[in-house]
């Protein structure tokens, strides 16, 4: 501020202008050397970050299939082993083979773990309680399953076995909290549908054996959720929930071959001497592990019901090839049909389940402005 001469009071604006000036010519330095937030920005940010999603949902949809085809060929393998080995070699023991496979199991993963090639907490004293009852629905899973592929034809063993699939999606709503969808629920019904078709002509009818089957229908089904389960809250892993099956399975099966004379039985089998037999009996056992690694596997990345009719789906060739494997199929035109019912079935929930839903992923992932003051 200055006086002037007449006395009057004057106001001195220059330094005022001065600083305002100054003030506009910071703003306008920050402006031009900071980058403001425009709209091509946050265009390149959200196409960068998709992409990075999308290749995340690539690498977890090859990890769904793998473990599921990997799972798929594994089954299909050891049904078709196992089916050789009881039927066309006439083993008198199933109850020997599934001791043979618990042992491979135990050795092949002993090894690994000291050679440091797999990894898995040590034995400790409520290690049993954590896993339970896993250990007994997966040896008697075990007993029955191969019991039941020594007493019925491969088809239809392969059609019953389609009775898994409803008990999973049943256990997975009650124990999970998972609800199919509608197109799943509507394939598993009509295989079920078109085992029950096939069943009702079943020529070669074998009261045990269709006990056998139903029985590790609902162990398989059993299996599948609580191993989904102990993957999810214990730190045991999936090599340690193989490992700790086999292992607390061993005594009681020996005991059982022991105490039902199948121990000698299977001892006193003259094919012994026969290279190829004795090539295919230990490729049963150890498939038997592999199975049992491919099954955790698939479960971990995808579902129960998923591990459970992918297992199914495998029967498509079981199926067919079942039909010269092992002699004892008996040809009807009304049993044929419910097995084909049954095949396109499987196919049907293969396409379902492994369809990807981009748009909805894509929705899903969008930026909402609702509730944000603009």
């Given at each position: 501020m200055s006086i002037s001469r007449g006395g009057s009071t004057a106001l001195d604006l220059a330094p005022l202008l001065d600083a305002n000036n100054s003030d506009n010519s910071d703003n306008e330095g920050k402006s031009n050397g900071a980058p403001l937030n425009t709209p091509n920005s946050s265009s390149k940010e959200l196409r960068s970050r998709e992409r990075e999603r999308e290749e995340a949902d690539s690498a977890i949809f090859v990890k769904k299939v793998g473990s599921a085809v990997f799972y798929g060929v594994a089954s299909f393998m050891i049904t078709v082993v196992n089916k050789t080995v009881l039927t066309s070699y006439a083993f008198p023991s199933f109850l020997f083979l599934s001791l043979?496979?618990?042992?491979?199991?135990?050795?092949?993963?002993?090894?690994?773990?000291?050679?440091?090639?797999?990894?898995?907490?040590?034995?400790?004293?409520?290690?049993?309680?954590?896993?339970?009852?896993?250990?007994l629905i997966f040896g008697f899973n075990m007993i029955f399953g191969l019991g039941g592929t020594k007493a019925l034809s491969l088809p239809m063993f392969a059609a019953l076995r389609r009775f898994s699939i409803l008990m999973t999606m049943l256990l997975e709503l009650k124990i999970l909290g998972v609800r199919p969808t509608t197109a799943v629920q509507v394939s598993v019904y009509a295989m079920i549908g078109g085992a029950l078709i096939a069943a009702s002509d079943d020529l070669?009818?074998?009261?045990?054996?269709?006990?056998?089957?139903?029985?590790?229908?609902?162990?398989?089904?059993?299996?599948?959720?609580?191993?989904?389960?102990?993957?999810?809250?214990?730190?045991?892993?999936?090599?340690?929930?193989?490992?700790?099956?086999?292992?607390?399975?061993?005594?009681?099966?020996?005991?059982?071959?022991?105490?039902?004379?199948?121990?000698?039985?299977?001892?006193?089998?003259?094919?012994?001497?026969?290279?190829?037999?004795?090539?295919?009996?230990?490729?049963?056992?150890?498939?038997?592990?592999?199975?049992?690694?491919?099954?955790?596997?698939?479960?971990q990345f995808n579902s129960a019901l998923t591990t459970t009719i992918v297992g199914c789906l495998k029967n498509i060739c079981v199926t067919y090839l079942g039909m010269f494997i092992g002699g004892d199929y008996v040809f009807s035109w009304l049993n044929c049909i419910g097995i084909n019912i049954s095949v396109l079935a499987s196919l049907l929930y293969t396409y379902v389940t492994f369809r990807r839903k981009q748009a909805p992923d894509k929705q899903a992932h969008l930026p909402s402005s609702r509730g944000e003051n603009v």
């Amino acid at each position: 501020m200055s006086i002037s001469r007449g006395g009057s009071t004057a106001l001195d604006l220059a330094p005022l202008l001065d600083a305002n000036n100054s003030d506009n010519s910071d703003n306008e330095g920050k402006s031009n050397g900071a980058p403001l937030n425009t709209p091509n920005s946050s265009s390149k940010e959200l196409r960068s970050r998709e992409r990075e999603r999308e290749e995340a949902d690539s690498a977890i949809f090859v990890k769904k299939v793998g473990s599921a085809v990997f799972y798929g060929v594994a089954s299909f393998m050891i049904t078709v082993v196992n089916k050789t080995v009881l039927t066309s070699y006439a083993f008198p023991s199933f109850l020997f083979l599934s001791l043979g496979q618990l042992t491979a199991s135990i050795v092949v993963l002993g090894l690994g773990k000291r050679t440091k090639l797999v990894n898995f907490p040590p034995l400790q004293r409520n290690t049993f309680a954590k896993i339970f009852p896993l250990p007994l629905i997966f040896g008697f899973n075990m007993i029955f399953g191969l019991g039941g592929t020594k007493a019925l034809s491969l088809p239809m063993f392969a059609a019953l076995r389609r009775f898994s699939i409803l008990m999973t999606m049943l256990l997975e709503l009650k124990i999970l909290g998972v609800r199919p969808t509608t197109a799943v629920q509507v394939s598993v019904y009509a295989m079920i549908g078109g085992a029950l078709i096939a069943a009702s002509d079943d020529l070669s009818f074998n009261m045990q054996g269709y006990t056998y089957v139903m029985i590790t229908n609902a162990l398989t089904a059993s299996n599948g959720v609580y191993v989904k389960k102990k993957l999810d809250t214990s730190e045991i892993g999936k090599y340690g929930l193989m490992f700790y099956n086999s292992l607390f399975m061993f005594v009681p099966a020996l005991l059982l071959n022991y105490f039902t004379g199948d121990l000698h039985k299977a001892l006193e089998f003259p094919s012994w001497n026969d290279p190829a037999f004795v090539v295919q009996f230990l490729l049963s056992c150890v498939m038997g592990f592999i199975l049992s690694y491919s099954t955790i596997l698939c479960t971990q990345f995808n579902s129960a019901l998923t591990t459970t009719i992918v297992g199914c789906l495998k029967n498509i060739c079981v199926t067919y090839l079942g039909m010269f494997i092992g002699g004892d199929y008996v040809f009807s035109w009304l049993n044929c049909i419910g097995i084909n019912i049954s095949v396109l079935a499987s196919l049907l929930y293969t396409y379902v389940t492994f369809r990807r839903k981009q748009a909805p992923d894509k929705q899903a992932h969008l930026p909402s402005s609702r509730g944000e003051n603009v």
